[in-house]
């Protein structure tokens, strides 16, 4: 059984979606408001399976709680003071990696929607950024799930929109 978290906008299809696989348990944090939400995200939350939280503070969860945690559209709004607590935070949780899913520099258009609802327009930083400050919280790559990743895409004509990232837990 995998036990799979999902942090970022959105939580409520993304959990929804994972419940619907074999062998998964699906749980979420959802860093936003969700005043406006779905009565079956509401349901979600009310269960206990989708939390609202600040992923500014500490996650209420134990150390290696998920198999894995999936991380999208949320570090982008992060300034590096709150990136440096969030980011071994969801490190922590974690017992068999993390998939981090950010924006291209390229596509950093502010849009007024996002400074409204996430309270700052989006930071998009290169790879090479992420890359070295994964190095710095002493994150690795997983090389060998960021080869199968790249099989599976090509196998799949898959061509992704964002940057995406496989690093191992902590230890």
């Not at 258009?109 to 992420?130: E, L, N, V």
């Amino acid at each position: 059984m995998h036990k799979v978290l999902h942090v970022g906008p959105d939580t409520c299809s993304v959990v929804s979606a994972l419940m619907r696989e074999e062998e998964t348990e699906a749980f979420g944090v959802e860093p936003y408001d969700i005043e406006d939400a779905d009565p079956t995200c509401k349901k979600l939350v009310h269960r206990g399976l989708v939390r609202v939280a600040d992923i500014k503070f500490p996650l209420p969860y134990r150390a290696k709680s998920f198999s894995l945690v999936l991380v999208s559209d949320a570090l982008d709004y992060l300034s590096p003071k709150y990136l440096n607590r969030t980011l071994p935070e969801l490190a922590r949780v974690s017992s068999d990696g993390l998939v981090i899913f950010t924006g291209y520099p390229r596509n950093q258009k502010a849009k007024a929607i996002d400074k409204a609802k996430y309270g700052r327009t989006a930071k998009m930083r290169s790879s090479t950024w992420w890359i070295r400050y994964f190095v710095q919280m002493s994150l690795e790559e997983n090389e060998v799930v960021v080869k199968k990743f790249e099989q599976a895409a090509e196998k799949k004509s898959y061509g992704s929109s964002c940057q995406i990232f496989h690093l191992k837990s902590y230890n």
